[in-house]
């Protein structure tokens, strides 16, 4: 399914490193970066609409769809897209699959839960917050929006990780698929805009967590009144 490209952020498409994109993440992280997806399908009740942001080959996806939850991804990237087709129809699993702008994407009903996996990270500090809030409306009142990305630095190794992950970052930055930014607490910036931590998932040495999962209740009508 095709959607139109119409906002300043639909320019982050990963077409171009759909072939190795996994293969990349997987020996990066060693693996830490599927543990940090794959933990959030825990708190996805059985039955749950599920909306992927920026799903990219959606290995998390296609594993959703195989515990039955009804999901809907979406992507600049067509190639990409194409990808996650294939691996769903390898396993003989349905989806709703869009090749589209998540900025523009206006469904007729809100989802139960929203993912946006090493997807913020993509945007500069300054248009960070605004996708968050804006795709976070996706989330019908009570759901959950789940986030797993980089994790904030602290502690004696900080420095360490904190070259480890810009070291990551750099390299989609020079080719023009992130921008450079702050390592992004997501559970603090999310806080302070009304949402509630309901869990939070580090992965890597207990002494420098390197990825991380949050899942977020977003606020309702009534608290942004």
Same mark, same amino acid.
Request: with cysteine; glycine share 8%.
């Given at each position: 399914?095709?959607?139109?490209?119409?906002?300043?952020?639909?320019?982050?498409?990963?077409?171009?490193?759909?072939?190795?994109?996994?293969?990349?993440?997987?020996?990066?992280?060693?693996?830490?970066?599927? @543990?940090?997806?794959?933990?959030?399908?825990?708190?996805?009740?059985?039955?749950?609409?599920?909306?992927?942001?920026?799903?990219?080959?959606?290995?998390?996806?296609?594993?959703?769809?195989?515990?039955?939850?009804?999901?809907?991804?979406?992507?600049?990237?067509?190639?990409?897209?194409?990808?996650?087709?294939?691996?769903?129809?390898?396993?003989?699993? @349905?989806?709703?699959?869009?090749?589209?702008?998540?900025?523009?994407?206006?469904?007729?009903?809100?989802?139960?839960?929203?993912?946006?996996?090493?997807?913020?990270?993509?945007?500069?500090?300054?248009?960070?917050?605004?996708?968050?809030?804006?795709?976070?409306?996706?989330?019908?009142?009570?759901?959950?929006?789940?986030?797993?990305?980089?994790?904030?630095?602290?502690?004696?190794?900080?420095?360490?990780?904190?070259?480890?992950?810009?070291?990551?970052?750099?390299?989609?930055?020079?080719?023009?698929?992130?921008?450079?930014?702050?390592?992004?607490?997501?559970?603090?910036?999310?806080?302070?805009?009304?949402?509630?931590?309901?869990?939070?998932?580090?992965?890597?040495?207990?002494?420098?967590?390197?990825?991380?999962?949050?899942?977020?209740?977003?606020?309702?009508?009534?608290?942004?009144?």
């Amino acid at each position: 399914m095709e959607q139109p490209q119409t906002t300043k952020f639909a320019k982050r498409d990963y077409t171009h490193v759909a072939t190795f994109y996994d293969v990349i993440a997987r020996l990066w992280s060693f693996g830490l970066i599927r @543990k940090s997806k794959m933990v959030e399908l825990d708190y996805m009740p059985a039955g749950s609409r599920v909306l992927f942001l920026g799903v990219g080959t959606g290995e998390e996806a296609v594993e959703a769809a195989a515990r039955g939850l009804k999901v809907t991804t979406i992507d600049l990237a067509g190639r990409m897209t194409r990808r996650l087709d294939r691996a769903l129809a390898a396993r003989g699993l @349905k989806a709703t699959t869009i090749t589209g702008d998540a900025m523009t994407y206006e469904p007729a009903e809100r989802f139960d839960v929203v993912c946006g996996n090493y997807f913020f990270n993509l945007f500069a500090s300054g248009d960070m917050e605004q996708v968050l809030l804006r795709t976070s409306r996706l989330v019908r009142p009570g759901g959950r929006m789940m986030i797993a990305d980089m994790a904030p630095q602290s502690g004696l190794l900080a420095p360490f990780g904190w070259l480890y992950l810009k070291a990551g970052l750099s390299f989609f930055w020079v080719l023009g698929l992130a921008s450079q930014h702050p390592i992004y607490d997501y559970a603090d910036i999310a806080s302070k805009h009304g949402f509630r931590v309901e869990a939070m998932h580090d992965f890597g040495p207990s002494s420098m967590p390197l990825y991380r999962a949050v899942v977020l209740v977003p606020p309702g009508p009534e608290e942004t009144a």
